[in-house]
């Protein structure tokens, strides 16, 4: 069997286009009632997804007025999933600024007892203003901070993971011998930001431990996942510089020592499917006709770290100087990186640029049939681009059951995609190896 790609679903919203809240064939159900996110899980598991995924924000954002973007505590959220679910992994996003690392290690570790073994965690430094602000510091902490934090954060999870042996648990009545004392060990951990005693208070993982996501493509943290990541979300607007990206990381994981096959690339792609390339193009149309160029303005914003974007005229061309250098960008810098790329190469009006990021925020969108779609695909995976996808769809859960109903199919038939699942954990959807104790 040739190469097969993984599938990753991103819960978001109620699409991933800014404006699909308010389309009719999106979910009509409250982004607070647990249903909404259980019946999208079981649909991806039904389409035999590796996993799902819920991204985090830790703020109230000053356009909700007009963009819903309110919804459950992702950690939270993924209990209610893991017991909705069999066999598709789990994936919460969460903070490694604003989070104490035994809280974290403890809620991981438990979510991954009671999925048995399909949890993993996203890694994120927080790059919000407003953030900071909301757990006491009046600044945003520096990118290149936020991820020397990270890197010994990181460590002390590990430490608290890997504090338990996977023998450790006895459970003998008989003896009256619950554990074995002398294989469960504290970290002492002391450094430049934590001071962790340890152990943790909940046996090793199934998994050993979750699997380790990133989504930072900035050199920063595009060095930090080839140190750490087992998966990378990233998001490109065209294949070349996926390719790019993917080659990179690859020798960049190898270069520590790491098989470059133990980390998994799934670039965000969000398609607009219908039976014809006109009918697709139709909802196109509708979803930009209903998205408000004044939300997307004051996410550009944000994405640049509070850059003043009110003065730009709408229809004008933009140019390079109408944008800081993404270097000093102390936000989402990556993505920031991104859409410099393309006012670079395309040139477009404001209006332009607000639409194309409606679409999926930075991420490769795509409108067509089924076949077209699942051409793209291959043609990513094959172009070394990808070793699969993180799928964004625009409107959830219409084009989510057009997918998993059209498109999954043509993959398998084309042996691209798994026709049944050979395992019951994360770790075995991705291929990739329970870690050893101490590794």
């Known amino acids: 069997m040739g190469q097969q790609m993984h599938l990753n679903l991103f819960i978001h919203s109620r699409g991933h286009h800014e404006a699909s809240w308010r389309h009719p064939k999106s979910s009509s159900k409250a982004l607070t009632d647990v249903s909404y996110f259980v019946e999208a899980a079981q649909t991806a598991e039904r389409g035999l997804f590796d996993s799902i995924f819920l991204a985090d924000t830790l703020v109230v954002h000053d356009d909700v007025a007009h963009a819903a973007r309110t919804w459950l505590e992702p950690i939270s959220t993924l209990g209610a999933l893991a017991i909705s679910t069999k066999k598709i992994g789990l994936i919460a996003t969460a903070s490694t600024t604003y989070m104490e690392p035994f809280n974290l290690a403890r809620q991981f570790a438990s979510l991954d007892h009671v999925s048995q073994g399909r949890i993993g965690w996203n890694i994120v430094t927080t790059w919000s203003v407003p953030a900071a602000r909301n757990f006491g510091h009046p600044e945003q902490i ?16 590990k430490a608290l993971w890997d504090s338990w042996s996977d023998t450790s648990i006895i459970d003998d009545r008989v003896s009256g011998l619950y554990a074995r004392a002398e294989s469960i060990r504290p970290i002492n951990h002391s450094g430049n930001y934590y001071a962790v005693a340890g152990p943790l208070n909940v046996p090793r993982c199934p998994q050993g ?15 930090f996942a080839a140190r750490h990541a087992e998966a990378v979300f990233t998001a490109h607007l065209e294949m ?29 792609f969000s398609p607009i499917i219908a039976g014809t390339e006109a009918e697709a193009k139709q909802v196109d149309q509708e979803l930009n006709e209903l998205a408000d160029v004044e939300v997307g303005r004051k996410r550009l914003t944000g994405r640049f770290g509070g850059h003043d974007f009110s003065h730009l005229p709408l229809d004008r061309p933009l140019t390079l100087d109408d944008f800081p250098d993404p270097a000093s960008v102390q936000a989402a810098r990556s993505r920031a990186e991104v859409i410099v790329g393309m006012v670079a190469r395309e040139k477009p009006t404001l209006r332009q640029l607000l639409a194309k990021l409606a679409g999926a925020r930075g991420h490769f969108t795509f409108v067509g049939t089924p076949e077209q779609v699942a051409d793209e695909l291959e043609l990513w995976l094959k172009a070394g681009a990808a070793d699969g996808f993180n799928l964004m769809p625009p409107i959830i859960p219409w084009m989510l059951d057009v997918f998993v109903e059209e498109v999954i199919p043509l993959l398998q038939r084309r042996g691209l995609f798994r026709e049944g699942y050979s395992g019951k954990m994360l770790r075995d959807h991705y291929g990739l190896e329970t870690p050893r104790v101490g590794a």
């Open 142 to 157: 520096s990118h290149a901070e936020r991820y020397t934090r990270a890197e010994e954060y990181l460590t002390v999870v």
């Open 209 to 223: 431990r979750p699997v380790l996501v990133q989504a930072g493509s900035s050199e920063t943290g595009r060095d």
């Open 240 to 268: 070349a510089t996926a390719v790019d990206f993917y080659k990179d990381l690859k020798s960049r994981a190898k270069a520590h020592g790491r098989n470059p096959d133990s980390l998994i690339i799934l670039p965000g």
